[in-house]
């Protein structure tokens, strides 16, 4: 009976003992607490400029989705989703929308991660002023230029503040006007020192088109691959919103 007995409880000892080992296993399989970090690259933006969130991923993140939320009343609506990079970063994109973007970004639960959220993140949204508007076409066109020039193997164009004004005068006036022609004494308002001088206009186009429609003109095109070394750009808007463009180019 006693023989019976110890193989009993030596039995019982043998079937009891796994299932102590395992829980310890399981505790430390839980995910950790996750950490989620959000900066704006800047708190304000023209209204429909993009907005760029960025940040850091705590634990073992790497390709695990984040979702930017943007506060909507008193809900928290998506935006966009992005992906944890190696590296445990992330970087997300959207639009300004005008006044007080409050954002956020969620990394939802996954068998690694416990989920967590950032703190929110501002950015102001405020009316493009007409110097901004002018200086954002001016940096489109002068880097699809120079973008186009390098793809001939040539040399980029310098910007000019003279040459700027010389042709900002002439798209006013086209724009004020409603003539679309070219300006007959343009090189007589350069400053002295040029040897070769030429001018592209155009209207109607996007900033984004413009270049792209010069290019296609063969005589505008000879002047974006010209040699010169100075370039002046202007843009004005006339009453119902349409573009005129005026294009300097100078030889120093």
Do not use: C
């Not at 409050?102 to 493009?128: A, D, I, M």
């Not at 001018?199 to 010209?226: C, F, K, Q, T």
Request: hydrophobic share 40%.
């Amino acid at each position: 009976m006693l023989g019976r007995l110890a193989t009993l409880v030596l039995l019982l000892g043998v079937g009891v003992a796994p299932a102590l080992v395992s829980s310890p296993s399981a505790a430390a399989a839980a995910p950790a607490a996750t950490k989620v970090t959000a900066r704006a690259a800047a708190a304000r933006v023209a209204v429909g400029s993009p907005v760029r969130v960025a940040g850091r991923v705590s634990g073992t993140s790497a390709r695990a989705v984040v979702l930017l939320q943007r506060k909507r009343g008193d809900s928290w609506v998506l935006v966009k989703r992005a992906r944890v990079r190696a590296d445990r970063t992330y970087a997300v994109r959207t639009k300004a929308r005008r006044g007080a973007n409050r954002f956020r970004v969620k990394v939802p639960r996954t068998q690694r991660l416990r989920g967590g959220t950032s703190r929110v993140v501002t950015v102001r949204g405020v009316r493009r002023t007409g110097d901004a508007r002018l200086r954002e076409a001016r940096a489109v066109i002068l880097s699809e230029t120079n973008a186009y020039r390098d793809s001939q193997g040539l040399a980029a164009l310098k910007p000019m503040a003279a040459l700027n004004g010389v042709a900002q005068r002439w798209s006013v006036r086209m724009a004020d006007t409603g003539r679309f022609e070219h300006n007959p004494d343009y090189a007589e308002q350069y400053p002295d020192g040029w040897s070769r001088a030429a001018e592209n206009i155009a209207m109607g186009y996007s900033r984004d088109r413009v270049v792209d429609a010069w290019i296609d003109s063969p005589g505008h095109r000879a002047n974006l691959v010209g040699a010169y070394t100075h370039l002046g750009i202007g843009v004005a808007w006339d009453r119902r919103g349409r573009p005129y463009y005026t294009q300097n180019f100078a030889a120093y």
